[in-house]
């Protein structure tokens, strides 16, 4: 359970740097 939460805050952390570069390149 902790393991799949971590993973989890993982993966929305990079969708979340994804979505910033790709607004700065606009």
Known sequence: ?????????????TIERLLYFALLLG
């Open 1 to 13: 359970m902790t393991g799949q939460n971590c993973v989890t805050h993982q993966a929305l952390y």
